[in-house]
């Protein structure tokens, strides 16, 4: 059957000499185009068998054909896994196709390339919809600064915490760069500080070389608002608030709205869920409670959970649970609940009423 199917899509030996050439590529676009027809339908062998017989012909034409031929290839879900390395490796008028879109090339196929070529395929592939850390690592270290804002601008890119550090550190004479981290969502805490950072050093010149000074004292007042505003809707983003506010009010027509429904929620670590029953009992909105509920000074929160009188239980729950378990200490935790446990009912009233009934955070 092998041997039949390969007669069947390609004779060899008519393909000799000048007059096969324009035969060559004709029969190269002609197999192209149908494998990438049945594909799906096509058994493993029949995939193989379509590799050895393409990646015979893309050696003998041009490079019109080639391109053509990537083309084809590039959007496939299963493909000729050799022949598709090879046009990835080629130039890049013709690599470019495989290298953004085909999802038959690992994550070591193209750190190979990666590092092998240069920066057009590493802009090429830093347009893929996903990409690892490994492979953002390679583009980060070796691409130019065209490549490095494309990396930074992918959604879908995975950026380890070294690749974020080289690339905040180029973002300092870059404002496009500094633009595309500042939007990304999988920012850690130090480097949204850092990017801040760099970012007001250079409002802080330009005020200053405006003889702006008195502006330019206020900057840094300002690039820490800045920061934990970005900071806190980092964590924010995770959570789907929408949907967990319709769980808890269908809950509350049942009349299971309490503080041991929170509790429950709190062992289950669903924040989403403990935020909207705790804002339903307080009848508070959601948005500036969660906003309260993500910040690294609990404070704020404490002085709510005592003036509606929860437990010691559920606070201590709630400071263990969704982004506080990752931004409270266990020294921070400690802290929060001794300010609960020494402050009275009457202190937290007072300090809200100080607040004018606004959760500050």
Not at 183 to 196: K, P
Not at 201 to 209: A, G, Q, T
Request: proline fraction near 2%.
């Amino acid at each position: 059957m092998s041997e039949a199917l390969k007669t069947e899509l390609v004779n060899f030996s008519e393909l000799t000499g000048e007059a096969g050439n324009a035969r060559k590529a004709e029969l190269a676009k002609h197999v192209a185009a149908l494998f990438a027809l049945t594909s799906e339908r096509c058994s493993d062998e029949q995939v193989g068998i379509y590799d050895s017989v393409l990646l015979r012909l893309v050696d003998m034409v041009e490079a019109e054909v080639r391109r053509y031929v990537a083309e084809q290839m590039s959007g496939l879900k299963r493909g000729p896994r050799e022949t598709i390395c090879r046009l990835a490796d080629d130039e890049i008028s013709i690599a470019e196709p495989i290298l953004v879109r085909s999802t038959v090339l690992n994550d070591n196929d193209l750190i190979k390339i990666a590092e092998k070529r240069g920066n057009s395929h590493c802009l090429a592939i830093a347009q893929r919809e996903v990409l690892s850390e490994g492979v953002t690592d390679i583009l980060v270290q070796q691409g130019d600064l065209k490549v490095k804002r494309k990396v930074a601008g992918n959604d879908g890119a995975t950026l380890s915490d070294a690749s974020m550090k080289l690339l905040i550190n180029d973002a300092a004479s870059d404002a496009t760069l500094q633009n595309f981290l500042s939007e990304r969502g999988d920012l850690a805490e130090a480097h949204i500080a850092d990017l801040v950072a760099v970012a007001s050093e250079e409002v802080r010149k330009k005020l200053r070389d405006a003889g702006r000074c008195d502006e330019a004292e206020r900057v840094g007042e300002a690039a820490d608002i800045a920061a934990q505003h970005m900071s806190n809707q980092y964590w924010l983003g995770k959570y789907d608030f929408k949907t967990a506010r319709a769980r808890v009010l269908l809950l509350a027509k049942r009349g299971m709205v309490n503080e041991a429904a929170l509790r429950r929620f709190c062992s289950e670590d669903r924040f989403a869920e403990a935020v909207s029953t705790l804002a339903f009992m307080m009848r508070v909105e959601i948005e500036e409670l969660s906003h309260c509920m993500v910040s690294p000074n609990p404070e704020p929160f404490i002085v709510l959970a005592k003036s509606f009188g929860f437990s010691s239980i559920s606070v201590s729950g709630l400071l263990s649970i969704g982004p506080w378990r990752h931004r409270l200490t266990p020294e921070g935790r400690v802290a929060a609940m001794s300010l609960f446990s020494r402050m009275t009912v009457s202190e937290a009233k007072r300090k809200m009423a100080l607040w004018d009934k606004k959760i500050v955070a």
